[in-house]
């Protein structure tokens, strides 16, 4: 899988996670809504039932008017206790989506530092490749600037005849070949010699390897 579509996936997966935080957040506020009711529905439960105790320490009325309200009371305060426990339920869901909201960001987190550790790495390869066809280009340029040179140069031509005769060649028809004189081609010669590129034979010049055809062309420092 390449680099690109990594990316791609982590990206998708960035955009369903916030999606996720979206809903969950409309759900928590809904939550948040309905604790607020209940909260104020048991707010007037405790007025109404303070009110029914300050009406049964006021009243004088008879045993059956107290039983009633005594049970009224008491269904009330069972209402209360339900809406308590459902309160309660209210609040343990918030925490419930308090806490995946925090692993949701946590996740986001690491998406996002994966994302840029890929982005990073895709423009290392895009730098990378720039100066690997700068150096090829490079190359390609010197590569034709030494066979420019050695096309001219007396030292590439002298090697070139000398590994014409493998059986080896003397410095007189050397300097024939190359159509210089023997002091000119001496000093060639001399130049081959200390690079190994040839070497002397009873008095016959001979290329060092005759399986090579062309000589190491940085050891004769070709100038323009």
């Not at 009371?73 to 419930?96: G, V």
């Not at 960001?105 to 730098?127: F, H, M, N, S």
């Not at 030494?146 to 007189?172: C, T, Y």
């Amino acid at each position: 899988m390449s680099s690109d579509s990594l990316a791609s996936q982590a990206i998708d997966l960035l955009l369903k996670a916030n999606r996720m935080f979206k809903d969950q957040a409309e759900e928590r506020q809904l939550i948040y809504q309905k604790l607020i009711q209940t909260t104020t529905s048991a707010n007037e439960n405790n007025k109404r039932l303070e009110r029914v105790q300050k009406e049964l320490k006021a009243t004088s009325n008879s045993d059956y008017i107290k039983k009633q309200k005594l049970d009224y009371l008491n269904s009330q305060i069972l209402e209360l206790e339900q809406r308590e426990q459902y309160r309660d339920e209210l609040l343990t869901e918030i925490k419930r989506q308090e806490a995946n909201k925090k692993s949701r960001d946590e996740l986001i987190g690491i998406l996002e530092e994966y994302i840029d550790i890929e982005e990073a790495k895709i423009y290392a390869l895009v730098r990378d490749y720039s100066e690997a066809q700068e150096a090829v280009q490079e190359m390609e340029s010197q590569g034709k600037t030494f066979e420019l040179l050695s096309k001219n140069d007396p030292r590439m031509k002298a090697i070139e005849a000398i590994q014409s005769h493998p059986e080896g060649i003397s410095i007189v028809q050397l300097s024939f070949m190359l159509g210089t004189t023997q002091y000119r081609a001496n000093k060639i010669i001399n130049e081959l010699l200390e690079l190994g590129l040839i070497e002397r034979h009873n008095m016959l010049l001979k290329f060092v390897d005759s399986n090579h055809n062309f000589a190491d062309l940085s050891l004769l420092n070709l100038t323009v």
